[in-house]
């Protein structure tokens, strides 16, 4: 079972990136990586997946070393509106073992 | 359609009544998942459904009873809870052996009293 850890809580302000990372020593072969996104009395949101290396998509980048025991989801521009609890999550893509991290609440100030 | 509908938002239930939670998709998903969310928690999972039979139930106490009628309808039978299952019950649905790229629903914030 793959444990996830990210900080409790990140401050930024608008215009700034803001880089999240997420802590997984023991990932296993089959699991990856997946960020979501969730705003208060909403379901989460899928942001972006990767296996290794760097992943980008029209709203987030995903960087994961080689040894894949960490990732850093990367967020370009940061606005008010990205302020929100942020999980990771380290899985495979059959439903055992699905543990979502602690989470980190970003606040983004102005 | 990108939308995964649960229903009712709301719900206010005593420790004896039955209700149901009910979640719908057209999104042509063959798995369809039940979470459990906590105040200041991240989710939990509780069932997984995949083509319409129940795969994974993740040790959820029987007061909590699922449901899967067809490919786009997931239910959620309550009976006899406590109030520690107050929470925020997420429904979610993807593609078979795509549980990690999940499409939510908004929930149903249930009050146990």
């Known amino acids: 079972l793959a444990k996830t850890t990210q900080p409790i809580s990140m401050d930024s302000y608008e215009g700034q990136e803001v880089n999240i990372t997420c802590s997984h020593n023991n990932i296993a072969t089959n699991d990856y990586i997946t960020w979501y996104q969730q705003f208060p009395s909403q379901g989460p949101r899928f942001i972006i997946q990767g296996y290794k290396t760097k992943v980008t998509n029209e709203v987030a980048s995903l960087f994961i070393p080689a040894d894949r025991k960490s990732s850093t989801l990367s967020l370009p521009r940061v606005s008010l509106s990205d302020t929100a609890v942020y999980y990771c999550l380290v899985a495979n893509n059959y439903g055992q073992n699905f543990v979502f991290g602690p989470g980190t609440r970003l606040s983004v100030l102005p | 359609d990108t939308e995964v509908t649960q229903t009712p938002k709301h719900l206010v239930m005593g420790m004896t009544n039955k209700k149901s939670l009910k979640c719908e998709q057209h999104?042509?998903?063959?798995?369809m998942y039940w979470y459990k969310q906590k105040a200041k928690k991240p989710p939990e999972l509780m069932f997984v459904?995949?083509?319409?039979?129940?795969?994974i139930n993740e040790s959820v106490p029987s007061r909590f009873s699922p449901e899967c009628p067809n490919s786009s309808l997931l239910n959620l039978h309550l009976h006899a809870l406590q109030p520690e299952d107050s929470a925020l019950y997420l429904c979610a649905s993807s593609q078979v052996g795509s549980h990690t790229e999940a499409f939510f629903g908004q929930g149903t914030r249930l009050t146990v009293v």
């Open positions: 999104m042509g998903h063959r798995a």
């Open positions: 459904y995949s083509y319409e039979k129940l795969s």
